[in-house]
């Protein structure tokens, strides 16, 4: 037992290193490739190209979807809108997966990536164990979300999927606003994945106030379809307006057309 007894110790590292390199085998194994990042350590940025969600790749046996991601001097946090189901929450913990690959020494799923160490990765993502009995869920969520800023620096990385949908658009549009207001004067690089268009348009103006205090810039990300289906690309550009509401009610069955024909055959 005394010669041995470092072994006890080395355990998790050799669980680690076990667990992820079966990992990496699996997914060399379906053909996906994966890249060894180039660690930046002068400048804040994430640039990946042709990135994907390994967890997704894991579980699909159709064409994965990859995109390209880059956090630089033109934006450091990015609003990401699109349909539902369109691919938003899938890029935004690829990204936050492909950074925690990068600082565990691990290759990360992209084609080719070059990745600055993060200080810490912040998520806030819907959960099922909320306080909501005192605070009530927007004020769990808004909890949460003063809780990292206690924390966060402008070494973090921030991933937000769909914060503040607990409420109302222009409440939480406005909530919104000024949390990435303040992500931006601090100089984080971040994602916001939302279904508000209304905070998407009012990327410019939150730019206006945040860079005259010296804060990083602010960009849009947009969730693509084409001719009607999800593509699952997500481009740089600005979102087009759609609430993509119909697309949803013709999913479900709930437009009007639909509604009066089950109403005429009861």
């Known amino acids: 037992l005394e010669n041995t007894d470092f072994l006890l110790n080395l355990m998790p590292e050799i669980e680690f290193l076990v667990k992820a390199t079966n990992l990496l085998r699996v997914l060399y194994k379906k053909g996906l490739y994966l890249c060894r990042p180039e660690i ?31 956090f630089d001097e033109r934006a450091m ?37 070059a990745i600055s160490p993060a200080d810490a990765i912040f998520v806030h993502f819907p959960t099922g164990a909320e306080d909501t009995i005192d605070k009530g869920r927007l004020g769990e969520e808004c909890a949460r979300l003063r809780d990292i800023f206690d924390a966060v620096t402008k070494n973090s990385l921030v991933l937000l999927d769909e914060s ?32 508000l268009h209304e905070l998407a ?3 410019p103006e939150i730019n206006e106030r945040s860079v005259s205090l010296g804060g990083v810039r602010i960009d849009t990300l947009v969730a693509g379809i084409e001719e009607g289906k999800r ?32 109403v005429e055959s009861k």
């Open 164 to 195: 503040l949908s607990s409420t109302g658009a222009y409440e939480a549009s406005y909530i919104a606003s000024e949390i990435l207001s303040g992500f931006a004067v601090l100089g984080c690089r971040g994602i916001f994945s939302t279904h």
């Open 77 to 113: 946090i990015f609003v990401l809108t699109g349909p539902n189901r369109g691919g938003k929450s899938v890029i935004t913990c690829a990204v936050g997966l492909a950074q925690a690959m990068a600082q565990l020494g691990m290759p990360v799923a992209a084609e080719d990536a």
């Open 231 to 262: 593509s699952f690309k997500i481009y740089r550009a600005k979102p087009d307006g759609k609430s993509y509401a119909r697309d949803i009610a013709n999913r479900y069955g709930l437009t009007y057309e639909n509604i009066v024909k089950k």
């Open 40 to 70: 930046v350590a002068d400048r804040n940025i994430f640039v990946a190209h042709e990135i994907y969600n390994p967890c997704v790749a894991l579980k699909v046996d159709d064409e994965i979807i990859t995109n390209d991601v880059e």
């Open 201 to 203: 348009a009012a990327v």
